[in-house]
């Protein structure tokens, strides 16, 4: 009996002594499992850290920025493609015109007066008797009309040419020269008006012919071969339309104010013979 108890006693004591150290194996071996998964999710992230670090960083290309071409680009460019020959007998064309035309407006410009102010000043001169005053005033001052009223007033002074038959055809005699002082250069305005045109049909002709002899080397019809020199034919006549356009703009600019300035010597002449017929030194 006490052999029985004393083999339970060892079984429950050696029972009780391996729990613990069971438990603690047990623990020991879950803190090592749990150290090399967190070991190994470190080196996962470093790894994942490191390859997101070297890799290269991958830039969307910009989209292109479209530059536009201005309107002067544009018509260099195309001034540059045609052929050298016409266009820059065009371009002559335009710059002589554009000479020519600059210089009569300047021309003309000045030659305007206020008409009724200036011949209300030459009326109170030869009304006071004042005629070689008046001719002084007209002599500084610039213009056909002044030029018209300068005659006039020295037929009136003079003692064998002032009957009013005298000083009427000197008047109409010295607005015939004024007239032609204002129209001067105006022919050749319009010959550069029909000149470009003209250069640019011509240009026209020649690249067409240039087309037909690359087309009879090439033995073929096709665009290619075909595009060069109607490509040069239609811009030197679109330069050449352009030009005569431009120069026919100032043309009729310069026609406007000839006209305008014709009608203030008519005034002027009408408002002269008054003061002459009234003027006690005209013979009647």
Request: aromatic share 6%; proline share 3%.
């Amino acid at each position: 009996m006490k052999k029985y108890f004393a083999i339970v006693a060892m079984v429950a004591a050696c029972t009780f002594g391996m729990t613990p150290a069971v438990m603690a194996q047990e623990e020991v071996a879950d803190e090592a499992v749990a150290e090399q998964v967190d070991s190994a999710e470190a080196v996962v992230d470093s790894a994942a850290v490191d390859s997101a670090a070297e890799a290269p960083v991958v830039e969307e290309p910009a989209a292109p920025v479209e530059e536009e071409e201005g309107l002067h680009k544009t018509l260099k460019t195309k001034f540059i493609e045609g052929d050298a020959g016409f266009m820059s007998l065009v371009a002559i064309a335009l710059v002589l015109g554009l000479a020519f035309c600059i210089e009569r407006v300047i021309y003309l410009t000045l030659a305007q007066v206020n008409t009724r102010k200036f011949m209300a000043t030459i009326a109170e001169k030869v009304k006071a008797d004042k005629i070689q005053e008046a001719i002084d005033y007209c002599a500084g001052t610039r213009g056909p009309v002044a030029q018209i009223s300068k005659k006039a007033l020295q037929n009136l002074a003079s003692t064998d040419q002032n009957d009013i038959a005298t000083i009427e055809r000197s008047i109409n005699i010295e607005a015939e020269v004024q007239g032609a002082y204002l129209e001067e250069n105006c022919s050749w305005i319009t010959l550069f008006i029909a000149m470009a045109p003209s250069l640019g049909f011509l240009g026209t002709v020649i690249g067409m012919v240039q087309a037909f002899d690359d087309i009879e080397r090439a033995g073929d019809i096709s665009p290619t071969v075909v595009a060069g020199g109607m490509k040069v034919a239609l811009i030197t006549t679109i330069f050449g339309i352009i030009v005569a356009l431009v120069l026919q703009v100032f043309y009729n600019y310069i026609l406007s104010r000839v006209e305008a300035l014709n009608s203030n010597m008519e005034e002027a002449a009408m408002s002269l013979l008054d003061m002459c017929v009234k003027s006690p030194k005209c013979k009647k």
